[in-house]
């Protein structure tokens, strides 16, 4: 059973970056997608950005320009780097990959706090 460990919150000030990384224990069979999702305080699960096996990127228009999502083939991990935060991206961050079957695996989420 593959899992996903996620890694890389913590606390940091508005403005300020932060690197969260998903790292799967072994390889995905018919990986195609890669998610980012957060869950903020009282809301419901947002979309915030896709992979596509060949390349492609979507994001959430609130994080345009100051997200970028990444992976690293070797390492089976995907990456999201966060940069100029604000406290709106405040929440848990948590990474899905989508394969054949189809099946979702998803991590267990990774605190990010941003303080004004």
């Known amino acids: 059973q593959v899992q996903l460990v996620e890694s890389g919150g913590g606390r940091v000030q508005a403005g300020g970056s932060l690197r969260l990384s998903c790292a799967a224990s072994?390889?995905?069979?018919?990986?195609?997608?890669m998610y980012w999702y957060r869950q903020a305080p009282k809301n419901q699960r947002e979309l915030v950005a896709i992979?596509?096996?060949?390349?492609?990127?979507e994001y959430v228009d609130s994080v345009k320009g100051r997200f970028t999502i990444s992976r690293d083939n070797t390492k089976n991990t995907v990456y999201l780097q966060m940069n100029s935060l604000k406290p709106e991206d405040t929440g848990v961050y948590y990474c899905k990959f989508s394969a054949a079957g189809p099946r979702d695996y998803w991590g267990q989420g990774t605190k990010v706090t941003v303080s004004s």
């Open positions: 072994g390889p995905i069979f018919g990986l195609s997608l």
């Open positions: 992979l596509s096996n060949m390349g492609s990127t």
